[in-house]
């Protein structure tokens, strides 16, 4: 089945410092890839999204990054912030999963922590 | 975000009980999720609903049991059949057609006493 692994699971960085996650998907045809940020004891918000015609977006800290041909993506968080941590999910949208809908498949998630 | 309610915050169940999670929504989406989120497991897809009588089966719905007879309204069901149901549990909507964004609930946490 269609598969999103995420690396690393954890991920420790001093404010000011840049992280990067990065992100591998099966599909080849998947069109879509979001980013959500999940705060301890929050719902899982959208920070970003990219879709497969682009290969960079940017939002004032935060970019994502597409590689079509290698079928990876990859999030960066520059001048890190302690709110910054929180646990980071990416999502892949293949061609045939959920219908017309689209559904996304997860990846497992990356445990951000920011120190002061 | 705050269109979509979930409850209750906290659920416990007992062995062999059915218990029945509730998600409503006020945003006029026609799509409507339930993930299950494990500690280091991300998000898995237990059921899916695209239009109101209509559902689908998602990765991991064995054990578990929806409706959707209103637009606003997607309950699950987790019943006796599944053997491992403490999680948390995350109902999510988008609007209908190729929309993109999902919207997530605050989350039900179940545990088994």
């Known amino acids: 089945g269609e598969n999103v692994e995420q690396h690393p699971s954890t991920l420790s960085v001093q404010e000011g410092d840049s992280a990067v996650i990065k992100c591998t998907y099966s599909d080849s045809a998947s069109n879509y890839f979001p980013w959500y940020k999940q705060e301890l004891g929050k719902r899982p918000q959208l920070i970003i999204d990219i879709r497969s015609n682009v290969g960079e977006k940017k939002d004032q800290r935060i970019a994502v990054t597409l590689n079509k041909t290698a079928k990876h993506f990859s999030l960066h968080i520059t001048e890190t912030q302690p709110e910054d941590s929180a646990v980071y999910f990416c999502?892949?949208?293949?061609?045939?999963?959920?219908?017309?809908?689209?559904?996304?498949?997860f990846g497992k998630g990356t445990k951000l922590s920011v120190k002061p | 975000d705050g269109g979509i309610t979930q409850s209750p915050k906290y659920l416990f169940r007992k062995e062999g009980q059915n218990v029945t999670l509730s998600c409503e929504q006020n945003l006029n989406h026609d799509a409507m999720y339930w993930y299950r989120q494990d500690p280091g497991q991300g998000l898995r897809l237990i059921y899916y609903s695209q239009i109101v009588n209509d559902f689908q089966k998602g990765d991991i719905a064995e054990g578990y049991s929806v409706s959707r007879e209103k637009k606003e309204s997607f309950p699950l069901t987790v019943t006796s059949a599944q053997k491992n149901p403490t999680a948390f549990y995350l109902c999510?909507?988008?609007?209908?057609?190729?929309?993109?964004?999902?919207?997530f609930g605050s989350g039900t946490q179940l545990s088994v006493l």
């Open positions: 999502a892949a949208r293949p061609m045939n999963y959920g219908g017309s809908q689209g559904n996304l498949i």
């Open positions: 999510a909507s988008k609007p209908g057609g190729y929309g993109e964004k999902l919207f």
